[in-house]
């Protein structure tokens, strides 16, 4: 079955300092995988996607996530932290027939 | 502008008393699905529709009924609520089609539920 797994429920880091938020997945065939981000009181927004072609992908707002499909993993990175960044980071795939199957998310906070 | 409309944003009911949380897109977005969120779990799909007349199951589909009579439109149906759908609902809405499209989605703003 597929799954996602967010390793991380929480993440603190100082504003400035880089990111990476973890994600694994499992699913049979080629995944087509995306990151979202809810700030406070808001839905979901796409930040990302990846579904073939170079595994380095870049995103809005400064971010990127690398598929490694060796590792089952598609982790989000930001060189430098701003503290509207914080907010709550979601990994999905999206599975046969309509279905996307979200992690249980990250929540970063950002030191001053 | 380009949007997922839900209402309402809050909702406090009973248990047993039917509900609707209604839910609108106006991109002619051909995919809409419904999810709830509760801390720890993340968003689990209740239903999803393909296309007008046509829905799925999700993972969380007990005690939830859909309709999508109209392609601008996807209501939520809480016949019978109970304290376990007490739940952060979220609406949303793609082009459909192959699967990467399904995972562009455009998200309405939310429903806070609270069930007594």
Sequence with gaps: AQSVTQPDIHITVSEGASLELRCNYSYG????????????GQGLQLL???FSGDTLVQGIKGF????????SSF???????HWS???????????????????????????P | EAQVTQNPRYLITVT???????????????YMSWYRQDPGLGLRQIYYSMNVEVTDKGDVPEGYK??????????????????????LYFCASSLGGRTI??????????TQLSVL
């Design chain 1, 29 to 40: 065939a080629t995944p087509y995988l995306f990151w979202y981000v809810q700030s406070p």
């Design chain 1, 48 to 50: 990302l996607k990846y």
């Design chain 1, 64 to 71: 990127e996530a690398e598929f490694k499909r060796s590792q």
């Design chain 1, 75 to 81: 982790n989000l990175r930001k060189p430098s932290v």
């Design chain 1, 85 to 111: 960044d914080a907010a709550e980071y979601f990994c999905a795939v999206g599975a046969l027939g309509g279905k996307l199957i979200f992690g249980q998310g990250t929540e970063l906070s950002v030191k």
């Design chain 2, 16 to 30: 047993g008393k039917k509900l609707t949380v209604t839910c609108s897109q106006n991109m002619n977005h051909e």
């Design chain 2, 66 to 87: 859909v309709s999508r009579k109209e392609k601008r439109n996807f209501p939520l149906i809480l016949e019978s609520p109970s304290p376990n759908q007490t739940s």
């Design chain 2, 101 to 110: 499209a399904v995972g562009k989605l455009f998200f309405g703003s939310g």
